[in-house]
Every structure is written in structure tokens, then in C-alpha cells.
């Protein structure tokens, strides 16, 4: 069976603050983990790292943005991804991480957010470049240290193949496919019929105009 991982979208990006200078602060939900149990999602201003796992019968991810204030809040979705990605794939949320699991999860983390909207393709060279990390920043961020390179991953090849692709409607194509991601994301999570709905919707997208 299929798993994907079910990031939901991002609620807001919340102003804390009045005025042209309101922070943003991004929240998070919907991850579950290879269970089809849902991974809570905590707000914990004591946690060192910017987000960390908790195993057992409750998983849950918790975050702190106020670690490494230099990430932008895609560098921070894209984290949180990753380690929502840990829990749908089923790998070690504990010390015996390997870098082979954190590429995996990597690209699958990847894999969702472009899926949902939530990153475009356009970025992921900005991205990589903000989650190049000191020996020191390794300590507050999901290891182990890499290099962490986007560009490998197959999910983000064929979707760049998808996306500039020549093709006389390309706009209408791009909103058909938008039209199929906001279906899935509106969709029972963790429910494989509806990820078969998405692809048999994606497929039709080069014969028909978006509906």
C-alpha cells in the first residue's frame, strides 16, 4: 500500500504583531504516522531545536520558531515536513538515524509540500541554500549532518518534467492540476482511495480544461 505523507495545510501565517513588520508564525497539522494515527503537532517555547520528535502511544512533533531565528518559515515547514515524513515512513525517530533515512524522508517531506501547494518548485534552490547548516546549527535541527540536496530527489524531477513541459494551455493545465491537489488535501487523510482520485485527475488534466 501507497503511504503519503499527510501534512495538512498551513493554517495561517498568523500575525503576532500589528503593522508592515507583523511576525509571521506558521502552524501545523495534519501528519500521521505509518499507523494512520495522527502525529500531534506542539508549539514548545522551552525545546533547543527548531522541531523534534516524540515516540509512543501519542506521537507528536514539537516546534519551537524561536530556535535559529535566520530560517525563513519555508525552511521551517520544509523541517517539519521532514520530520512528519519520519513518522508516516515508519523510521527511527530516536539516535539511530542514518543519513540514507533523513534523504528519504527529505524527499518526502519535499514531496508533500509541492503536492499541497505549499512550496513551489520555483524555490528549491533557495531552500537548499537556507538549510545548509553549521556543525553547531546541526545540534537544534533533524539530523544526522548533510548536505541536504533537493535537487536529487525523483519526486522533484518528474515534477519539474510536469511543470514546464510545453504544452498551448499550460496555465489551464497548472489549474487543472491545482484543482486535483485541492480535492486530495479536502480529502478523508490517509485514505488511498483518494490519492488513486487524485492521480486518475491529474492524468485527465492534458485532454480537458480545468473544471
Known sequence: MRRKLMLGAVIAQLCVAGGAFAEEQTSYHGCTDSAGRAVAAVSDPALDQVVASL????????????????????????????????HNLGLPLDGNRTEGDARRADCHGLESLLRSGLLDAGRIDALERELQFSAEEWERVPGPPRTVTLRTCATLNAVEHLLTRPTRAKPEWNACVRGCGERLWSCAPHNVACEDAYDRCVSLCDFRSPP
Open 55 to 86: 515516540s509512543g502511544a501519542a506521537p507528536a512533533i514539537r516546534y519551537n520558531e524561536a530556535v535559529l531565528p535566520r530560517l525563513t518559515p519555508e525552511s521551517r515547514l520544509f523541517l517539519f515536513a521532514h520530520e512528519c515524513a519520519r
